[in-house]
C-alpha cells in the first residue's frame, strides 16, 4: 500500500504538500494539485480520513440523499451518483449514499451522521430532508428548486425544466400535433410543479387547447401502482374516453415503456398513430427499443458533479464565484419515435 512519502517523491514535493493537498489546510496551486492527485491515483494512494479529520476539524463526508422505493437506481441515477462520487473524491471527501426508505426501515436521518454538508436530490413542497439539515445547520445544496415555505434563496442545480418543456411543445407541434398527453412525475415534486407550468404556458402560447385529460402525475413511489404508471392511464385515455392523442410526454422510461405496452394493447402504432417522447430515459435503453424513443438529454453526471462543486463552494473549499442557482442545459435526442 503507497505511502505519503510515496506519493511526495514521485510528485516532487514535500509530505507536507502532500497532506495540504488533502487537507486543504493550506491552499496549493493548481499545478502543484493536480499532479499531486494525479500521483496518487497512480499509487492508489489513499490519505487517512479520521487523522485528517482530527486536524481539519472536519468529517471529510459529504451526504447524498435520494428518493427510493422497492426497484433499483435507473441510469440517471447510476450516473448522478457517479458524478457526486468523482467530484467528491477529487476534492478530498466520501459520499455517504442515503437511500433507504424511511417508511419502511427506521433509520435515523443523514443529519444525524457526521458529514460537513450534503446534497438532496428530487426535493418535494415542504421537504422534511431538507428541514432537518437547515435546522442542524449542516449546509446543502439541492438538485431541483426548493420549495420550503421558512426557506428562501437555497443552493440549487438543476435543468431549467420550463425551458425544458416549452423545447418539447416546439418539437411536437412543429410535427403537426395538437392533442397531447403528458405523464408528469410526481405532483409533490418541485420539478413536476415546474415542468407543469412550462408544458401549460407552451401550449397556451400555440393556441393548442390544456384539457383535464392531458396533464397526469405519478403516484407515490412506495405505492402499488408506481411500477405501472403510465399504462392505466394510457388505455384510459386513448381507449375508455377516446381522446385523440396524438403525443404522449413520458417523464421517465419505466413510464414511456408502460405506456408503449397499452398503445400496442390498443392497436395503436408508434410513431404512425402516436408519438412518443421521453423526458428522463437510460441512453440504452432508448436506443434498443422498438421503435427506438426520443428523449432529452439531462446530463445527469454533470448535475452531479455541479451539485458538489457548489457545495464545495458553501464548505469553503472552492473559493471562486459561484452562482446560488446552476442550470445544466439540456437538449433533444431525436430517435424514431415521434
Known sequence: MAKIDDVARLAKVSKG?????????????????????????????????????????????????????????SAFHNQFINGVVLEASYHGYRVLLDMIPTQQVKTPFLSSYPIDGAVVMSPTTD?????????DDIPFVTVGRVMNADIENAPSVDNDNERMMHKIVRYLADKGHRSIMFLNAN???????????????????????????????????LSNEYMDYGYAETLNV?????????????????????????????????????ALFVICGDLSMMVQSNPS??????????????SVRLLMHKLGVLTDHFPENIVVESTIVERNSC
Open 293 to 306: 424513443l426520443t428523449s432529452m438529454d439531462l446530463r445527469p453526471s454533470e448535475l452531479g458533479a455541479q
Open 17 to 73: 504538500t502532500v497532506s495540504n493537498v488533502f487537507s486543504q489546510k493550506r491552499r496549493t496551486s493548481k499545478e502543484v494539485t493536480e499532479r499531486v492527485l494525479s500521483v496518487s491515483r497512480q499509487l492508489n494512494y489513499v490519505p487517512n480520513h479520521i487523522a485528517r479529520s482530527l486536524v481539519t476539524k472536519k468529517t471529510m463526508a459529504i451526504g447524498l440523499t435520494i428518493p427510493h422505493g422497492n426497484f433499483f437506481f
Open 127 to 135: 421537504d422534511e430532508r431538507i428541514r432537518l439539515l437547515h435546522m
Open 238 to 274: 386513448l381507449g375508455g374516453q377516446g381522446r385523440g392523442v396524438t403525443a404522449i410526454i413520458a417523464d421517465d422510461d419505466r413510464t414511456a415503456f408502460s405506456s408503449l405496452n397499452a398503445l400496442k394493447e390498443l392497436g395503436l402504432r408508434v410513431p404512425e398513430d402516436v
Open 187 to 221: 405532483e409533490l415534486m418541485t420539478v413536476s410543479i415546474d415542468r407543469n407550468e412550462g408544458f401549460i404556458r407552451a401550449m397556451e402560447e400555440r393556441r393548442l387547447q390544456v384539457e383535464a385529460h392531458m396533464i397526469h402525475h405519478k403516484p407515490a413511489i
